[in-house]
């Protein structure tokens, strides 16, 4: 088992202690595992598709697909408290988990959720009535802004391009954020995507193994490549080290961006990374 840079109370305190010295002019980010991300801008937090649990580890733990844990859990979603923003970009288990997003919710009661529109009523029957009035739906090209944090939702391929999966381009303060969710490239990728400018991708890397019957993503060199081509400034590759049947090492993704010149950070687990402002 994987552990984590820094877990549970010891993860808190950094959080902590980053929230007392946060300002306009940084980005803080900490890397949850698979695609989830804390963000950090001013005082205010944003949750990027957190998976907190060992929903799936259960669910198939009889079965021929066994989904085996390689990285410990960060935090307890029930301590998260001081999330307000919080987003799914598809209903994937690993992307909408509602053992991670129902203890979430009961300990910060005014957390709102982002998620593609053509999710929406799957999201209620799975997170039941209560939670309605949480759901923010977003169609493609839709922006909405919560607190300091403006999300645009843009298309994302998981397999093909379809309405149920989504990307989300965040802007807060000078920064500008791209969560890919799961996607592989797709026509009018580069071009939808480059005027963002953004200051930060985050993209999986596992790529695809149909024989495995893992749906497809980025691989390594490809989610290089894409940071490289919208002009990112840094590539964070995630989606690896949670499952053994669906990992991939960065290794291909810091080697191509070393041969393209991209900024690439390679983050663990529960680890802190900070991103100044442009200057």
Request: aromatic share 8%.
């Amino acid at each position: 088992m994987i552990v984590p840079a820094l877990h549970d109370d010891a993860f808190l305190a950094d959080v902590a202690s980053a929230r007392r010295e946060a300002g306009p002019g940084r980005l803080y980010v900490w890397w949850l595992g698979q695609s989830g991300f804390l963000l950090l801008h001013a005082g205010e937090f944003l949750l990027f598709d957190p998976y907190l649990s060992d929903a799936l580890t259960k669910k198939y733990a009889a079965t021929d697909k066994p989904h085996v844990r390689m990285t410990a859990r960060v935090v307890d979603p029930a301590r998260l408290d001081f999330v307000a923003v919080v987003t799914s970009s598809h209903q994937h288990t690993d992307h909408f988990d509602p053992d991670t997003l129902r203890p979430l919710f009961a300990s910060s009661p005014a957390a709102k959720l982002v998620l593609p529109a053509a999710t929406l009523a799957a999201a209620g029957e799975r997170l039941g009535a209560a939670a309605v009035d949480r759901l923010v739906p977003l169609r493609e090209g839709e922006r909405v802004t919560l607190g300091a944090f403006t999300l645009e939702a843009v298309p994302a391929a998981h397999e093909e391009l379809a309405p149920v999966y989504a990307g989300f381009v965040v802007s807060v303060g000078a920064f500008r954020i791209y969560h890919s969710g799961d996607t592989v490239l797709f026509p009018s990728m580069e071009a939808r995507l480059r005027p963002w400018a953004v200051d930060l991708a985050l993209l999986p890397i596992n790529g695809r193994a149909p024989e495995r019957r893992v749906s497809g993503n980025l691989d390594g060199v490809e989610a290089a490549r894409l940071a490289h081509a919208i002009g990112a400034r840094v590539v964070v590759p995630c989606h690896y080290e949670m499952f053994t049947f669906n990992t991939a090492s960065p290794a291909g993704c810091v080697a191509e961006c070393a041969r393209l010149g991209q900024a690439c950070a390679v983050l663990r687990a529960g680890e802190r990374w900070t991103l100044d402002a442009r200057t």
